[in-house]
């Protein structure tokens, strides 16, 4: 049995991105919840209890840094754990630390390669 706090969102438009994070979160205990885009988890997070959220970046219709936002404005999610999932987050003068706190977001996962289908 999977414990109640251990629910976790991972948002991600690609399938084989959410397959391996929901195998490897399986795994490790958690309950995994997915959306495949940043509306579909807004809209999982109005009804859903969730302990964590993974998102990437760059998404169709709602993108990961607009879902972090409107997230982190929503109430109970301003100390919502928030992980990105993208590895294209730095740039400029600015350090992927600054950017990452700039935008609320608690910790990066950096992808070990370029998913096939995701589509760029």
């Known amino acids: 049995m999977i414990a109640a706090d251990k629910r976790i969102l991972t948002v991600d438009d690609s399938p084989t991105v959410r397959e ?14 997915q959306a495949i885009n940043g509306q579909e988890a807004l809209k999982m997070l109005e009804t859903e ?6 998102t990437d970046l760059n998404m169709p219709k709602l993108d990961g840094i607009s879902l972090v936002r409107k997230v ?29 706190r700039r935008l609320g977001l608690d910790r990066q996962a950096v992808q070990a390669g370029p998913d096939p289908q995701h589509s760029e």
């Not at 209890?49 to 993974?54: D, E, Y």
């Open 49 to 54: 209890k969730i302990n964590m959220l993974i």
């Open 72 to 100: 982190r404005q929503s109430p109970g999610g301003r100390f919502l754990p928030i992980i990105h999932a993208d590895d294209r987050i730095a740039g400029g003068e600015e350090t992927r630390g600054e950017r990452r």
């Open 20 to 33: 391996v994070l929901k195998t490897t979160l399986q795994k490790a205990g958690f309950e995994v919840l």
